[in-house]
């Protein structure tokens, strides 16, 4: 029994030696600095990541109460009070009905539907910039991480090196420790990157789809406001709504 334990001790030691504390340890200041750059990416792409899917999922679940009654309202201004206040599409219909009241008190000779149309378009941009607010990080993670990885693999070779050039023994036993630190910093630079590449591409078809959905009810907003109501998309039927009864067939006469 004992002797399981003082070999069970002795593997934990090597396995210690040639671990990531140990790496980190004989790396020094510099693959420190790179290992702690690479976690600080890391955890700051997932906050980002999280932050806009709630905030991607709070603008589509707005557009689907948009579809389910907005446009059955009486006026834009009723359809508007249903919505959240701070609801993306709420912001389109204020915006729009704001610039059909300031366009009544401009002295110069514009149009309305132009007008119009610049103010609803300003509005979609504020918000479409607000969901592709982080984007960048992203982008610029999953561009830099490999090769920030890269500079720390690099300096654990170089290491390796050093160490059989003094020595003069290129055993495994004086570059192992090198060059484990240097295929850690490679492989940490690679989990870095790739989930940052993949949430940079999946949260930017997002707010495509996002923002087609947006111009569509900007262009239906700005059309209403151009009709003075005369002109707004069908409102789809209700789902489990009453039919209409079939008439009743007259029953036929038995023989007696």
Do not use: C
Not at 232 to 241: D, L, Q, S
């Amino acid at each position: 029994m004992l002797t399981f334990i003082l070999a069970a001790g002795g593997a934990a030691a090597k396995e210690d030696k040639y671990g990531l504390t140990a790496a980190l340890r004989e790396g020094g200041l510099v693959s420190q600095s790179t290992f702690a750059i690479l976690v600080i990416f890391l955890f700051v792409s997932l906050y980002i990541l999280f932050t806009k899917l709630f905030e991607q999922n709070k603008v589509i679940s707005q557009g689907k109460r948009i579809r389910e009654g907005f446009w059955s309202s009486a006026s834009l201004a009723e359809g508007a009070a249903k919505l959240d206040k701070n609801s993306a599409y709420r912001q389109i219909v204020d915006d729009g009905l704001a610039a059909q009241s300031q366009h009544m008190l401009l002295t110069d000779s514009v149009e309305a539907h132009d007008w119009v149309h610049g103010s609803l378009a300003r509005s979609e941009a504020s918000i479409n910039s607000a969901l592709s607010g982080g984007l960048a990080f992203l982008a610029t993670v999953g561009a830099t991480a490999p090769f920030i990885g890269l500079f720390g693999t690099v300096i654990g070779i170089y290491r390796a090196l050093i160490k059989i050039g003094l020595s003069g023994d290129p055993s495994i036993d004086k570059v192992a420790g090198p060059v484990g630190e240097a295929l850690i910093m490679t492989a940490l630079g690679l989990v870095v990157a790739v989930p940052a590449v993949l949430a940079y591409n999946w949260l930017q078809r997002r707010n495509k789809a996002i923002a087609e959905d947006l111009s569509g009810f900007s262009n239906d907003v700005l059309g209403y406001i151009a009709s003075d109501g005369k002109v707004r998309p069908k409102v789809a039927a209700p789902k489990g709504g009453a039919t209409t009864p079939k008439p009743a067939t007259p029953a036929k006469p038995t023989a007696a």
